[in-house]
């Protein structure tokens, strides 16, 4: 079965930093561009960054570009996401998904992890 | 603010047909295909529509998706005490290269 587990989530103060991962299993995990979503209390889904099969093309919302970044290790079927001068409006739920194809435009989320909670707090 | 908007609510009794709708641009939904999910919060979303108009397997057919101009709606047949749920749409936007999510409609079952 295609599954996606994150973990890495915390309180963490602002300012700060936290590294999210995400383990993958049950695909080809280097056929596949993977991103993550997010959901804070109380609001809805919210895209957070793409990346291709391969790890060299990335985007970004502009709520965390040059804050966050996102990379892979096809070699270990891991997804990651480093986040740096975190603010109180990143306290979220991160989930990692996995998208149908290699790119991005016309392709879906068909898989989805339970997510990681992210409190960012003093 | 999201780049899709959805009424924040709907609701029907069981058996009723309930539509959402989600409303977008050129950009997005005007030129790319429209995704919907499907979310209980503390679960992982599930998908329900992909590519405008078709369920991934195991999606009942009470369920279903269309399109015109830059405008997109989720149709929900049948409706059962199971559909209760967060609904959201979702496209890939051309000038903010990423996608973007609408602001999710509760479906409450009567």
């Known amino acids: 079965d295609v599954q996606v587990v994150e973990s890495g989530g915390g309180l963490v103060q602002p300012g700060g930093s936290l590294r999210l991962s995400c383990a993958a299993s049950g695909f080809v995990y280097g056929n596949y561009a993977m991103s993550w979503v997010r959901q804070a209390p109380g609001k809805g889904l919210e895209w957070v960054s793409v990346?291709?099969?391969?790890?060299?093309?990335?985007y970004y919302a502009d709520s965390v570009k040059g804050r966050f970044t996102i990379s892979r290790d096809n070699s270990r079927n891991t997804l990651s996401l480093q986040m740096n001068s975190l603010r109180a409006e990143d306290t979220a739920v991160y989930h990692c998904?996995?998208?149908?194809?290699?790119?991005?435009?016309?392709?879906?989320?068909?898989?989805w992890g339970p997510g990681t909670l992210v409190t960012v707090s003093s | 603010q999201s780049v899709l908007t959805q009424p924040p609510s709907a609701s029907g009794t069981p058996g009723q047909r309930v539509t959402v709708s989600c409303s977008g641009s050129?950009?997005?939904?005007?030129?790319?295909?429209v995704n919907w999910y499907q979310h209980l919060p503390g679960t992982a979303p599930k998908p329900l529509i992909f590519k405008t108009n078709q369920r991934p397997s195991g999606v009942p057919d009470r369920f279903s998706g269309s399109k015109s101009g830059t405008s997109a709606s989720l149709a929900i047949s049948g409706l059962q005490s199971e559909d209760e749920a967060d609904y959201y749409c979702a496209a890939w936007d051309d000038s903010l290269t990423g996608y973007v999510f609408g602001s999710g409609t509760k479906v409450t079952v009567l």
């Open positions: 050129s950009s997005n939904i005007g030129s790319n295909p």
């Open positions: 990346v291709s099969r391969f790890g060299g093309l990335a």
């Open positions: 998904a996995k998208h149908t194809g290699s790119t991005w435009g016309d392709n879906w989320f068909d898989s």
